[in-house]
């Protein structure tokens, strides 16, 4: 990383000491240091099955079609594309970012992965954008349940699937945002309502090119505040600046770093670089 990765190390750190509502969007690359595999990457899941992928895509058609039929081929190949899921733990970027939660300086992250481990780390305020793996949702009314308040094997063993709502009667779905549906209503409200209400978004192990999540930098990045500036005449004029800092943390440079939607890219892992910024935050309140 270097002495230049120090340098905005400390710039992050004083960026979000500064700022007076600080969000982190989150993606893949936080969690493949937890070990869980990404779908797109050189050794992505999909990458490895193409075969995977192209079930992926029909999928939420054929829920649609047969939400019985679409529940009894999951409950008779239980096989998780992305490992054991329930052992995975939270890693040092996750637990950083559940830490600038409990200081009061993050107030939300919104995520695009399904994993629960920034639940599992402790953050509170977590907008699960493509859904969670462990939760099942009423197609109808968008409530959300835990996984196992239904007895997925028994409702099969009485041919009483697809699982149905307790509080309206709608047909129950994975919580998973399969390719083709829309994000859940509630979620994508606030999601864009936090983008566009925050004056710094933390970005980290996502290349944000997945729509409509890529919308929210954006979003973000368009938002413009008035600030009065003296000319050397002496006349006052008013011109329009960023109203918020965007900050990469990327293993790489992406859309984001090149369109200039990205302010700067502290380029590395998260695991590595989110725990420093938070000491950096400590060292700097103390002083």
Known sequence: MGNHGEDLIQRAAKDLINSGCAIALTGAGISTESGIPDFRGPSGVWTKDPEAERRAYRSYQAFREDPKGWWEERLSSPVSLLGDLEKAMPNPGHLALAELERMGILKWVITQNIDGLHEKAGSKNVLEYHGCAFKLRCVSCGSRFKRDEFDLEKLKTENQLPPRCPKCGGVI???????????????????????????????????????????????????????????????????????????????????????????????????????????EVKKSRKG
Request: contains cysteine.
């Open 173 to 279: 779905k994975s919580d998973t945002v399969a390719f083709g549906e829309p994000i859940p209503s509630d979620i994508a409200h606030q999601s864009l309502a936090e983008a566009w209400r925050c004056d710094l978004m933390l970005i980290c192990g996502t290349s944000a090119v997945v729509y409509p999540f890529a919308n929210l930098p954006i979003t973000a990045r368009e938002k413009r505040i008035e600030k009065e500036k003296a000319t050397e005449t002496g006349l006052h004029v008013v011109e329009k600046i960023p109203a918020v800092i965007i900050i990469e943390i990327n293993a790489e440079p992406t859309p984001l770093t090149y369109e200039k939607i990205s302010d700067y890219l502290i380029q590395g892992k998260t695991g590595e670089i989110l725990p420093k910024i938070v000491e």
